[in-house]
Structure formats: structure tokens, C-alpha cells
């Protein structure tokens, strides 16, 4: 069975630095206002990759995972 991790965005913390979306575009998008969307679980080794990534620049700590 395929891991899959699904991140979450608190939009109470989120920002919108925009990190998380560009290293980690095929994960995250950004809304009209330049805050964070989920846009696909990570369960690619390069989404998961990216994920963690995302997670350890996000300068709020806004995102959170669960691996399932
Ligand atoms: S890096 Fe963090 S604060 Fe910035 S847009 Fe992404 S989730 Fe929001």
C-alpha cells in the first residue's frame, strides 16, 4: 500500500511567504490572496520530499502532516 501524507495549513498562522508553494508546487498553491492551499497528498517520493521541505521553511509553522 502507497503511504500517503496529507498536509494541512492552519490559515490562522499562514502568512502567505509563499515558500511552501514554490518548493513545493505539485503539494501546495497559492489562493487569490497569496495564502497556502493543499492541492494533493504527498505520496510521490518527490512530494514527500517536497512536504518536508515545505514544512521546515515555512517560517509560521502553519503546516502540519498525517501520514496514513
Ligand atoms: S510557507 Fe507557511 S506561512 Fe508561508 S504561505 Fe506557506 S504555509 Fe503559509
Known sequence: MTERTRPTVDRALCK?????YMVAPDVFDCDDEGFAVVTD???????????DR?????PEQAISTATR
Open 54 to 58: 515545505a514544512v521546515s521553511n515555512c
Open 16 to 20: 502567505g511567504h509563499g515558500r511552501c
Open 41 to 51: 497528498d504527498a505520496t510521490t517520493p518527490e512530494q514527500i520530499a517536497g512536504l
